[in-house]
């Protein structure tokens, strides 16, 4: 088979991690007989001083010709100053919403082998973890109306969270099949005692919850669902909840992890198609100096080849060479603690060894 797979590095360490993960991506092909197009384009940073906007049109039209999307990390200092609508990040909202993405798909593991990296307490972790956080991606607040405006106190601004029904189904539905494959558990979290869009929420979950009767399906609050995360994070398999909501819990989970370099994501839509990421940010500060941990991109590649390409054994691979990778003692220097770290070029090179 032959697989067209857009490629947007962006900035920071995304080229490196990116291209980690094209290694590792063509030692796949190699051996299972497959064949990846991989075709650049322009993002973020990179975008606005090559093309002066963030997310060019012809990024876009390249994405939708391909066959998923794999992603580095857009961002950094140089373009702080810019204007919300020219910042690289408007890049990241922009391409999940032309890609008609509202699913996200974070999986936060703790590795036996990292298990000394989680800043929780021994007892609490003893016999780790594995969530999959599904986040709506497209609605909410970050995509609701917002302003600008003179205020009784002066200057102020808004933003608006805004949900429809057909918003909560969808993702709803993605997340009880999502947990009938895996412990049949859901959580549900929102802010069903403020919100009226959680208690839309919350109401739309429980409809659909008579649909999935062998899964167990729970409701949680936002504000305890973080205590939770850290209090005792395998109580959760499911976790469903909405766009801001969601970002800010998955970045707790990959915290407990770890490192935030060991996390991949993925977002889908009603196709095939979709857009693979590490959770972290492009790290300006070490960009260029092979000290990136690469793991996250290559986990994210691994998601590619389940998910879009329906590649289980492959996908499978990736996931093994990993795990071997680290319970060898292999670290790049997030996760070694002093000791001593692979750089990135030398921690794929492990990974593809072990392949």
Same mark, same amino acid.
Not at 281 to 286: L, R
């Given at each position: 088979?032959?697989?067209?797979?857009?490629?947007?590095?962006?900035?920071?360490?995304?080229?490196?991690?990116?291209?980690?993960?094209?290694?590792?991506?063509?030692?796949?092909?190699?051996?299972?007989?497959?064949?990846?197009?991989?075709?650049?384009?322009?993002?973020?940073?990179?975008?606005?001083?090559?093309?002066?906007?963030?997310?060019?049109?012809?990024?876009?039209?390249?994405?939708?010709?391909?066959?998923?999307?794999?992603?580095?990390?857009?961002?950094?200092?140089?373009?702080?100053?810019?204007?919300?609508?020219?910042?690289?990040?408007?890049?990241?909202?922009?391409?999940?919403?032309?890609?008609?993405?509202?699913? =996200?798909?974070?999986?936060?593991?703790?590795?036996?082998?990292?298990?000394?990296?989680?800043?929780?307490?021994?007892?609490?972790?003893?016999?780790?973890?594995?969530?999959?956080?599904?986040?709506?991606?497209?609605?909410?607040?970050?995509?609701? %109306?917002?302003?600008?405006?003179?205020?009784?106190?002066? %200057? %102020?601004?808004?933003?608006?969270?805004?949900?429809?029904?057909?918003?909560?189904?969808?993702?709803?539905?993605?997340?009880?099949?999502?947990?009938?494959?895996? =412990?049949?558990?859901?959580?549900?979290?929102?802010?069903? =005692?403020?919100? #009226?869009?959680?208690?839309?929420?919350?109401?739309?979950?429980? %409809?659909?919850?008579?649909?999935?009767?062998?899964?167990?399906?729970?409701?949680?609050?936002?504000?305890?669902?973080?205590?939770?995360?850290?209090?005792?994070?395998?109580?959760?398999?499911?976790?469903?909840?909405?766009?801001?909501?969601?970002?800010?819990?998955?970045?707790?989970?990959?915290?407990?992890?770890?490192?935030?370099?060991?996390?991949?994501?993925?977002?889908?839509?009603?196709?095939?198609?979709?857009?693979?990421?590490?959770?972290?940010?492009?790290?300006?500060?070490?960009?260029?100096?092979?000290?990136?941990?690469?793991?996250?991109?290559?986990?994210?590649?691994?998601?590619?080849?389940?998910?879009?390409?329906?590649?289980?054994?492959?996908?499978?691979?990736?996931?093994?060479?990993?795990?071997?990778?680290? =319970?060898?003692?292999?670290?790049?220097? #997030?996760?070694?603690?002093?000791?001593?770290?692979?750089?990135?070029?030398?921690?794929?090179?492990?990974?593809?060894?072990?392949?």
């Amino acid at each position: 088979m032959t697989y067209k797979i857009g490629l947007l590095r962006g900035d920071g360490i995304g080229p490196e991690i990116v291209d980690s993960a094209v290694r590792v991506l063509e030692a796949i092909a190699k051996k299972y007989g497959h064949k990846f197009e991989f075709t650049p384009y322009l993002i973020g940073g990179a975008a606005l001083d090559a093309c002066g906007v963030p997310l060019p049109e012809e990024t876009v039209q390249g994405c939708l010709a391909s066959d998923s999307v794999l992603l580095g990390a857009v961002g950094g200092p140089k373009w702080d100053t810019l204007p919300g609508n020219m910042r690289p990040e408007k890049a990241l909202l922009g391409i999940r919403a032309a890609m008609e993405l509202f699913t =996200n798909l974070r999986p936060a593991k703790l590795y036996p082998a990292l298990k000394g990296d989680c800043p929780l307490r021994e007892d609490i972790v003893a016999n780790g973890f594995d969530i999959m956080i599904v986040r709506e991606l497209t609605g909410g607040i970050y995509f609701g %109306e917002r302003g600008m405006r003179e205020g009784k106190y002066g %200057e %102020e601004a808004y933003d608006t969270e805004c949900y429809s029904r057909m918003e909560i189904e969808r993702i709803a539905k993605v997340a009880f099949e999502t947990a009938r494959k895996r =412990n049949k558990k859901l959580t549900s979290i929102d802010k069903a =005692n403020v919100l #009226d869009t959680s208690r839309l929420w919350r109401k739309i979950v429980h %409809e659909m919850a008579e649909g999935y009767p062998d899964v167990e399906c729970f409701d949680m609050l936002v504000d305890n669902a973080a205590m939770q995360l850290v209090r005792n994070p395998a109580q959760f398999d499911v976790i469903v909840t909405s766009n801001m909501f969601g970002d800010i819990l998955s970045d707790e989970a990959s915290q407990i992890t770890g490192s935030i370099g060991m996390l991949p994501s993925a977002s889908l839509g009603n196709t095939t198609r979709g857009l693979y990421e590490p959770i972290h940010g492009s790290a300006p500060d070490i960009a260029g100096k092979n000290l990136a941990n690469p793991i996250a991109t290559i986990l994210s590649a691994a998601m590619m080849l389940l998910y879009s390409f329906n590649l289980t054994k492959e996908s499978d691979a990736i996931i093994n060479a990993v795990d071997r990778v680290l =319970n060898a003692g292999y670290r790049t220097a #997030d996760i070694a603690h002093g000791g001593e770290a692979l750089g990135t070029v030398e921690m794929t090179d492990k990974i593809i060894a072990m392949l």
